[in-house]
């Protein structure tokens, strides 16, 4: 298994639109489970593949304390969704140190494949649905900060250019 380097908000690659997986073979499994460790090693809840710049349909979700329920949706389709609509704090492992109130449906039907090409439905509730919504969004290039207004967005994007700034600076090779 290997850690995959994570983009960061503002990255251009994070609006890429993911294709659906065709082939549920072992470099599918290979990739589910380095994105686990990534999303386990980066203390996250979710993560999809575009997040990593692979840009096929793959999510990984962990919601339990001790990371033992890693759930896996590929090509997932939101089928139904509830006219009631509720409001979470949300955070994002492409953008670290930011939380912020997104609204969304409270309750999805949700169609996807598992890692062997089974197909399985699921209604989600609560922050599993919230979970979902975010990393299906993911997988369309779009990220919870684009829910947010244009003010708060320019300075997200300003404190993440500026952190990104120090850790590049960081990684400078001593020069002798
Ligand atoms: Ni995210």
Redesign the pocket.
């Known amino acids: 298994m290997a850690l995959l380097k994570i983009l960061h908000y503002p990255d251009p690659r994070l609006r890429t639109v993911a294709k659906p997986v065709n082939e549920f073979d072992d470099s599918l499994a290979t990739l589910v489970a380095n994105m686990a460790q990534t999303m386990y090693e980066a203390v996250g809840i979710?993560l999809?593949a575009t997040?990593v710049n692979v840009h096929k349909q793959v999510i990984v979700m962990d919601l339990s304390e001790d990371h033992s329920d890693l759930k896996v949706f590929i090509n997932p389709v939101i089928e139904q969704a509830s006219e009631q609509w509720v409001t979470h704090q949300e955070g994002?492992?492409?953008v670290p140190g930011v939380f912020d109130e997104v609204s969304r449906p409270d309750l999805i039907g949700v169609r996807a494949y598992d890692i062997h090409g089974q197909p399985f439905e699921l209604q989600a509730q609560g922050l599993l649905a919230v979970c979902l919504q975010?990393?299906m969004d993911?997988l369309n290039g779009k990220?919870?900060v684009d829910y947010l207004s244009r003010l708060k967005q320019g300075r997200i994007k300003t404190k993440m250019q500026k952190a990104e700034k120090l850790a590049t600076a960081d990684s400078v090779p001593p020069l002798y």
């Open positions: 979710g999809a997040q994002c492992l492409s975010h990393e993911h990220v919870f």
